[in-house]
């Protein structure tokens, strides 16, 4: 039971992802989220509070100003 809920999670994130392939500063911080949480088995909390400020001002960059 446990291999099947991991393979929906993992199939339910990589479709979340789709979209954003295109964007090479979303995968990279998925994918430093992953490597965060799964690897490093830092705390969500601190994985969110390091990637969120750092995600905005990568968005904040790369995408034409609104002002």
């Known amino acids: 039971i446990a291999a099947v ?3 929906l999670i993992i199939a339910t994130g ?3 992802l789709r979209p954003y392939r295109a964007r090479p500063a979303a995968l990279l911080f998925a994918a430093l989220a992953f490597a965060g949480l799964a690897l490093l088995r830092l705390p969500l909390l ?3 509070v390091l990637l969120v400020p750092a995600s905005i001002l990568a968005a904040r ?3 034409p100003a609104t002002r």
């Open 5 to 7: 809920a991991a393979g």
């Open 61 to 63: 960059r790369t995408s």
């Open 46 to 48: 601190l994985v969110i």
């Open 14 to 16: 990589l479709r979340l």
